[in-house]
């Protein structure tokens, strides 16, 4: 006799606090992370003093890097997300746990291909910080714009039971 898929109520039911709790520490751990490595970023820079600009730096290159980096991570990420989502077997649509730990996996990875960019961001803002490059240019802490893409992105998809119940009737078709 086949299984029935799992209903939202069942699923909303096996959604308690706890569940929820562990994929909300990861965001907003994700998010201290970058948000601590920028100040750390800006505190050497402030320390720094003024370093004598260096007559070449891999700033500019590091910022071309880091921008097609951003654009593919954020289309990638994408991407991931909903690939995860695509290819699930019909076991799983039985199981509220099964459904979730596939959730929140996806949502795990999509924030980790959107944390790449950010580190690479703020490396080369570093690496200009200490070489005295960005005492010269300015204009290349725009490096810190993935950052600002990420912070937003997280504070706009924090998870909550709502969204993510939303979320399961919008991937899984359930009522």
């Given at each position: 006799?086949?299984?029935?898929?799992?209903?939202?109520?069942?699923?909303?039911?096996?959604?308690?606090?706890n569940?929820?709790?562990?994929?909300?520490?990861v965001?907003?751990?994700?998010?201290?992370?970058?948000?601590?490595?920028?100040?750390?970023?800006?505190?050497?820079?402030?320390?720094?003093?003024?370093?004598?600009?260096?007559?070449?730096?891999?700033?500019?290159?590091?910022?071309?890097?880091?921008?097609?980096v951003?654009?593919?991570?954020?289309?990638?990420?994408?991407?991931?997300?909903?690939?995860?989502?695509?290819?699930?077997?019909?076991?799983?649509?039985?199981?509220?746990?099964?459904?979730?730990?596939?959730?929140?996996?996806?949502?795990?990875?999509?924030?980790?291909?959107?944390?790449?960019?950010?580190?690479?961001?703020?490396?080369?803002?570093?690496?200009?910080?200490?070489?005295?490059?960005?005492?010269?240019?300015?204009?290349?802490?725009?490096?810190?714009?993935?950052?600002?893409?990420?912070?937003?992105?997280?504070?706009?998809?924090?998870?909550n039971?709502?969204?993510?119940?939303?979320?399961?009737?919008?991937?899984?078709?359930?009522?």
């Amino acid at each position: 006799m086949p299984s029935t898929p799992v209903a939202r109520e069942a699923f909303s039911k096996y959604l308690d606090n706890n569940q929820l709790k562990v994929l909300q520490i990861v965001y907003f751990a994700l998010a201290m992370g970058v948000s601590t490595f920028a100040f750390v970023v800006y505190f050497l820079h402030t320390q720094n003093g003024d370093v004598p600009p260096p007559e070449d730096s891999a700033v500019p290159l590091m910022t071309n890097v880091h921008f097609v980096v951003l654009i593919a991570a954020i289309f990638l990420s994408r991407f991931i997300y909903d690939k995860m989502f695509s290819n699930i077997s019909a076991d799983v649509m039985t199981s509220p746990q099964m459904i979730w730990d596939k959730m929140r996996s996806a949502h795990i990875v999509r924030l980790a291909v959107l944390e790449a960019p950010v580190f690479i961001g703020l490396v080369t803002c570093l690496i200009g910080s200490q070489d005295g490059f960005l005492n010269q240019e300015p204009t290349y802490w725009v490096n810190l714009v993935s950052l600002v893409i990420f912070l937003a992105f997280v504070a706009m998809n924090f998870p909550n039971k709502d969204k993510l119940l939303n979320e399961f009737r919008f991937r899984f078709g359930r009522n």
